[in-house]
Each structure stands twice: as structure tokens, then as C-alpha cells.
């Protein structure tokens, strides 16, 4: 497959792509946004690193969280890259 951006598998590379993205924004909106802010009450009570767990994914959870979805977020791109021939050699 060429780089040129109107053949036909370049449409399912970019859906694949937007899919990842989306995953990737989902799960790092639920770790920051959703543990850190609106579902602390409900994980207020549990204990992690000496304090409570909604407090810990509002200060490192959700650094960390982003940290992982960019690895895997590369990972993913890589073999997506591979799937579809544009891949670096």
C-alpha cells in the first residue's frame, strides 16, 4: 500500500486510528475526571498508598494512567502501522 491518503484501505486505517484515539481519551477521562473527581465519594473509603483512593488518582492516578495510555497508544499504533503496511523499517 502507497502513502496516498484516497486508497481504499487508508479509510480503515483512519477508522482503526480514530477507534484507538477514543479508547485511549475514554480511558484516561474515566482514571482523571471520573475516580479523581466524580466518583471519589464512592471510592473515598479505600485505603491506597495512606490515603484514600479517590485522592491518590486525583494527584498520581491520573498522571500515571496517561503515562500507560501513551505507551500503549504507541504500541497499538506500531502494530496498526504494521496491519496496514506503513510501517518503519
Known amino acids: ?16 486510528n480514530v477507534r484507538l484515539i477514543l479508547l ?34 486525583a494527584q498520581q492516578g491520573a498522571i500515571i494512567s496517561f503515562i500507560i495510555v501513551i505507551f500503549f497508544y504507541a504500541f497499538r499504533m506500531n502494530k496498526l502501522d504494521k496491519d496496514f503496511g506503513l510501517d518503519e523499517e
Open 24 to 57: 485511549c481519551l475514554v480511558v484516561w477521562a474515566i482514571c482523571s475526571f471520573g475516580f479523581g473527581i466524580i466518583l471519589r465519594p464512592l471510592v473515598a473509603g479505600i485505603q491506597f498508598g495512606g490515603t484514600d483512593l479517590g485522592f491518590w488518582f
Open 1 to 16: 500500500m502507497d502513502n496516498n491518503p484516497n486508497t481504499p484501505d487508508s479509510s480503515g486505517y483512519w477508522k482503526a
